[in-house]
């Protein structure tokens, strides 16, 4: 998994890498540049876009992966990361931060000032 840092750096799609205390990292492309520089060989990544089940929003990232991954672990380093940033990531279904099945709910109660 060779990077090419001049196909990339047009794309706009965040790079994620997982800081290892339990926290995620959004870099920029010479900090990607730079970690597969220092890399004793190429860096395990993967681009994974989710779209919400609601609204067809999309996050879209490239995930540096911390080592390697099955598939389903690769999808759940994914929506750990999204978590942090407000999705929903279920097996009923993906939501963005605005159609979370918790905030539809709460929008469709009645007001009680209403009753």
Known sequence: ME??????????????????????RVLDLDEVTELWREADQALPWIRIRFSCDTCAAQAVNNYILPGPMTADRRMS????????????????GDYCPDHRPWVAQIETEDDPEDL
Not at 4 to 14: E, K
């Open 3 to 24: 990077l090419d840092t001049g196909v990339l750096a047009d794309t706009g799609i965040p790079w994620v890498t997982y800081s290892g205390d339990g926290t995620f």
């Open 77 to 92: 380093f994914a929506c750990d990361y999204l978590t942090t940033t407000g999705w929903v990531c279920s097996t009923t």
